[in-house]
């Protein structure tokens, strides 16, 4: 499997699925040496309550997506670490940092 290609993907919905008007949404992927996970998040509209917001993507926040996904983990207790981009499998680390603006949590 290319090293670029998601593994796994996962959505939160703070207030339920039928009632939450936005979404916390994770991409993961294999980290480089197959013993790790790479996680991307971003906070967007429902696909469920808003598909037309959610399709068009006008309203996506990596930042606040990164911030909620790394309290949770704390929360929770779950161990994480910070990878820069140089570090991550994939494409040319700066195309990623610059599509999709969020930071890779392991």
């Known amino acids: ?20 008007d936005d979404q916390l949404h994770l991409a993961l ?4 040496d197959r013993s790790t ?5 971003h906070w967007e509209p429902s696909w469920i309550r808003h598909p037309i917001r959610h399709y068009r993507a006008t309203d996506v926040d ?4 990164v911030e909620r996904v790394r309290s949770l983990f704390e929360e929770a207790g779950i161990e994480y670490a910070v990878v820069p981009a ?6 040319d680390a ?12 392991r």
Do not use: C, F, K, N
Not at 62 to 65: C, D, E, I, P, V
Not at 94 to 105: C, E, L, M, N, Q
């Open 94 to 105: 700066d195309a990623t940092v610059s599509a999709d603006r969020s930071p890779s949590i």
């Open 29 to 32: 992927y294999a980290g480089r």
């Open 37 to 41: 996970t790479d996680v991307y998040a």
């Open 86 to 91: 140089e570090e991550r499998i994939g494409v």
């Open 1 to 20: 499997m290319p090293p670029e290609t998601t593994v796994a993907s996962w959505a939160r919905y703070p207030e339920g699925a039928l009632a939450s």
């Open 62 to 65: 990596a930042q606040r997506g």
